[in-house]
C-alpha cells in the first residue's frame, strides 16, 4: 500500500529523550521535527517550555514523558509531573505503568495510576500515550502469559481514559545470556495484539526498533497511528528518494515479519 509522505511523517513523534542531549541537541532536534512536519517532538519535562518556544508557528506538538522510563514513581507525582507538563505546554503525555505492580497483579493499582495520568491531561485538553514496555513482559506474569497480560494491560488502559497503548520506551534494555544488555522494541505481534485488544477508540504507538522507512510502513499497515523515531531524517529522505523515483512502496520482506520492524535501537 502506498502512503502520501503528509500520512507517514504525520505519524512520527520525533524522540529527544536521550539522557545525555544537551540544549543544543534538543533545539537542533526540533528544528528537525519542523523541517520535516512530523506529528509530534517527544521531549523530557524540564524542556517543554523551551520546546514550545523553539516549534512555535509550526504544526509539531509537543509531547512530554512522565514516570520515564521505569514508570516507578508514586502516582501522585506522576500526576504532578503531568500538570506541570500541561502548564507548560505539552499536549500529548506519554506516560509509563508501573511495571513491578503490573507484574504483581495488582491491576487496580495499575488502573489506577494510568486513570490518575489520563484525568490530570484530559483536564488541560492534552492526550495520553502509556507505554507498557513489552521486553519486560515477554514471560507474562500474574498467571498470564504474554499475550494474555498486554491485553487485560490494553483493557486497563482504555478503561482507565488512555488515548494510545505504546509498546515501549526504547530504553527497556534486558540482561542477554552473554551479559549484555539489548532490546527488541516495538514488534509485529504486538502491535497486532494491541490493535485487536483496543477499541477503535483507543489508538497503538509502536516506539522502539523502527529506523528505516519499511519498517515505518509495516507499522502503519498494523494499524499503530504514531511511532516514536530518532530516525526521522533517514526515513523521510528515503521517502522522497522512493517518491522521485516513483517507487513508494515498502520493498520485499527481508526476514520474519513476525520479528521485525527496523534496524536497530530507538
Known amino acids: 500500500m502506498t502512503y502520501t509522505y503528509e500520512e507517514l511523517a504525520g505519524m512520527i513523534d520525533h524522540s529527544l529523550l536521550h539522557p545525555t542531549m544537551t ?9 528537525v521535527a519542523a523541517k520535516y512536519a512530523v506529528a509530534s517532538v517527544c521531549i523530557k519535562p524540564y524542556a517543554v517550555k523551551q520546546a514550545v518556544e523553539w516549534l512555535k ?4 506538538k ?3 514523558v512522565i514516570g520515564f522510563p521505569h514508570g516507578s514513581s508514586q502516582t501522585e507525582v506522576k ?15 506519554d506516560m509509563v505503568i508501573n511495571i513491578g505492580k503490573a507484574l504483581s497483579g495488582d491491576w487496580g493499582y495499575v488502573e489506577q495510576d494510568v486513570r490518575a495520568v489520563c484525568q490530570e491531561a ?8 502509556v507505554i507498557f514496555e513489552n521486553d519486560y513482559l515477554t514471560q507474562g506474569g500474574a498467571g498470564l502469559d504474554s499475550d ?18 505504546k509498546t515501549s520506551t526504547g530504553y527497556g534494555f534486558v540482561k542477554q545470556a552473554d551479559g549484555s544488555y539489548n532490546y527488541r522494541g516495538a514488534t509485529a505481534p504486538d502491535l497486532a495484539l494491541m490493535r485487536a485488544s483496543c477499541s477503535p477508540r483507543v489508538q497503538v504507538k509502536a516506539a522502539g526498533g523502527v529506523r528505516d522507512l519499511d519498517g515505518l510502513i509495516k507499522v502503519r499497515d498494523l494499524g499503530a497511528t504514531r ?4 530516525a526521522t531524517a533517514a526515513m523521510m529522505d528515503e521517502y522522497r528518494r522512493r517518491k522521485a523515483a516513483g517507487t513508494t512502496d515498502s520493498g520485499p520482506e527481508t526476514g520474519p515479519k513476525a520479528e521485525s520492524l527496523g534496524r536497530g535501537g530507538y
Open 227 to 230: 511511532c516514536g523515531a530518532t
Open 23 to 31: 540544549d543544543r541537541d534538543l533545539e537542533e532536534g526540533c528544528k
Open 57 to 60: 508557528g509550526t504544526s509539531v
Open 79 to 93: 500526576r504532578y509531573e503531568t500538570a506541570m507538563a500541561c502548564r507548560d505546554g505539552a499536549v500529548e503525555i
Open 148 to 165: 494474555g497480560f498486554k491485553r487485560r494491560l490494553c483493557e486497563i488502559c482504555e478503561r482507565a481514559g488512555a488515548d494510545w497503548v
Open 122 to 129: 484530559h483536564a488541560h485538553g492534552a492526550r495520553v500515550k
Open 62 to 64: 509537543v509531547g512530554c
